[in-house]
């Protein structure tokens, strides 16, 4: 059975949307899930389920959580090579000195290439931003506070789902998997 990594956005920030990491593995194994570990308080899961399209995975998740936890959270899944592709693909690496200022923008699906064209999120941030396959690497030399917000002009102008994770959480998940 597949490896995959499940990462919920925007999960335990603040008061807003609390779900502890031991009621989120008991629910993923209640749906079939196996070998179901989290990493930090803030919704990465690695996993072992059925073979099946990320994008269904993802799905099947966000529906348990909202039918069990009343909860809308997005969930962007990828396989463990889509994983092991983005951390393999850093453009950054030799300058890239702090792995809490070097951010992945995970991208819920291929953005559509018209729309992509039309609306570049690596515009904002030339300099210190890339894409890849299903993410946008950005180094944030300053902090991430002080970036330019490529992944919120992503989700509002290409219409996929983002999520963020800081590349230390990346390459632990990748150890992980």
Known sequence: MPRYVALLRGINVGRAKRVAMADLRELLGELGYTAVRT?????????????????EQGERI???????????????????????????GHPFADVATDGSRMMAHVLGEAP????????DPIALDPDNSRLG??????????GVLAA??????????????????NWNTMTKLAQLI
Do not use: M
């Not at 966000?62 to 393999?88: K, N, P, Q």
């Open 39 to 55: 990493h930090l308080n803030s919704g990465n899961v690695v996993l072992t389920g059925d073979d099946a399209a990320p994008a």
């Open 62 to 88: 966000e529906a348990a959580i909202t039918d069990r936890l009343g909860l809308d959270v997005r969930c962007v899944v990828l396989t463990s090579d889509d994983l092991c592709a983005i951390v393999d």
């Open 112 to 119: 559509d290439p018209a729309l992509l064209a039309e609306y």
């Open 133 to 142: 396959e299903r993410v946008i690497y950005q180094w944030c030399p300053d």
């Open 148 to 165: 330019p917000p490529v992944g919120g002009f992503a989700q509002k102008h290409l219409g996929v789902p983002v999520t963020a994770r």
